[in-house]
């Protein structure tokens, strides 16, 4: 091999080096220009969940916050969804709520606040809280930490039916909040009794019979045993005297449980214009389940599919000797009607 041979083969080495080298360089570069521009793309979007544990990924210690759920300091999160209500002059917190479902209980209280609760400005507390009952030594800021989160102009209702019937809970609400709306759902008290009866005796499956418990010495002709408590609770005039002595009558609405079973959508539009609401839950929101013998909801907050309420909402009732039903018919007839003269309504039990 001559000198000017070995001199080419190495100008070509060296060439071919140099381009190796500048392609490796170009790969590089590209590869971590990439990688960081992906990083911050993982810290502004933090994943969404339910639950607020921390959630270790990519070697970072990720915040886990639900939009709907979480506390309010999650509003200084910086995922994209806050941004912009914050962007919008939106905020979302608890508060306190603005109307309760307050009985009574087995009247359709349930039922009412599912129905309501499918208006978007609606924002409604899952589980009973018994704040005015239970709860309230615990103070207004748990009451509050138990309310979900909203946004301006939507609001918060909440559903406890033994407000009805505690003695304390009328001025307890009003010292909460005296402009505080108040939704009574009403029921026959017969067969509100029979429902409680079933519902008790789900739990505690020896308990006496209906028959046996409803009169003081068991006997169909006797006396009403009214310190009972299905019975008890019935005497609906007796429980809204007491809200009455706290709040104007115009601050309550009567909503007909049997009507509520029958026609939703007339009972959801008095309801939407007690509380200053659109009329947006209409009668396209419900329909008619023939097994189930309720209205149902083809959608609601929770749920994208049609479903009822749950199996213990619409349960069978026991047979009732129809004699003891005549006779509490006749026991309530009083009661009930002093029920409509202070409240305007005929609710039309018989
Ligand atoms: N749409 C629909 N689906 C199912 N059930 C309905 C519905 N609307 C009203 N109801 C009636 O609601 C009764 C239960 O009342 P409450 O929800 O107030 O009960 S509770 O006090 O909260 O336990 C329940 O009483 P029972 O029939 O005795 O189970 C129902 O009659």
């Keep these: 091999m001559d000198v000017s041979m070995s001199r080419k083969i190495i100008f070509t080495f060296i060439i071919l ?141 909440e559903k406890t039916p033994s407000y009805f019937i505690t003695k304390e809970a009328p001025w307890r609400v009003q010292m909460m909040n005296p402009s505080t709306k108040l939704l009574v759902v009403v029921r026959d008290p017969v067969t509100r009794a029979v429902s409680d009866y079933t519902q008790a005796t789900s739990k505690k499956p020896d308990l006496k019979r209906f028959e046996d418990l409803v009169f003081i010495n068991g006997t169909v002709g006797s006396i009403v045993d009214t310190s009972w408590g299905p019975i008890k609770l019935g005497l609906y005039y007796k429980y809204l005297s007491r809200w009455l002595k706290f709040f104007p009558f115009s601050q309550l609405l009567f909503i007909s449980g049997e009507r509520l079973i029958l026609d939703p959508a007339v009972e959801l539009k008095r309801v939407q214009d007690f509380l200053g609401l659109k009329r947006v839950v209409t009668e396209k929101h419900f329909y008619f389940n023939a097994t189930k013998g309720f209205p149902c909801l083809f959608k609601s907050e929770g749920h994208s599919a049609p479903h009822c309420l749950g199996k213990t909402k619409g349960r069978n009732h026991p047979f009732i000797d129809p004699r003891v039903l005549q006779r509490l018919r006749d026991f309530y007839r009083p009661f009930n009607l002093r029920f409509y003269q202070m409240t305007g309504i005929n609710f039309g039990w018989v």
């Excluded at 080298?21 to 793309?41: A, H, M, R």
């Excluded at 959630?55 to 994209?80: A, C, F, H, K």
């Excluded at 508060?95 to 400005?121: C, M, S, W």
């Design 17 to 157: 080096a140099a381009i190796s080298f500048y392609i490796t360089l170009l790969f590089n570069w590209c590869l971590i220009s990439n990688v960081s521009k992906s990083l911050p793309i993982w810290q502004n979007n933090p994943i969404i969940h339910n639950d607020d544990t921390p959630l270790m990924q990519y070697s970072t210690s990720v915040r886990v916050v639900s939009l709907l759920e979480g506390n309010d300091t999650d509003l200084n999160d910086i995922s994209p969804k806050y941004r912009l209500l914050r962007e919008q002059g939106l905020k979302a917190e608890r508060q306190y709520p603005n109307a309760l479902i307050i009985g009574v209980k087995k009247g359709g209280t349930r039922a009412l606040l599912e129905f309501i609760r499918i208006h978007p400005d609606v924002r409604a507390a899952g589980s009973e809280v018994h704040f005015f009952d239970k709860n309230y030594h615990r103070g207004l800021q748990w009451y509050r930490s138990h309310m979900p989160l909203t946004l301006e102009g939507q609001l918060t209702i």
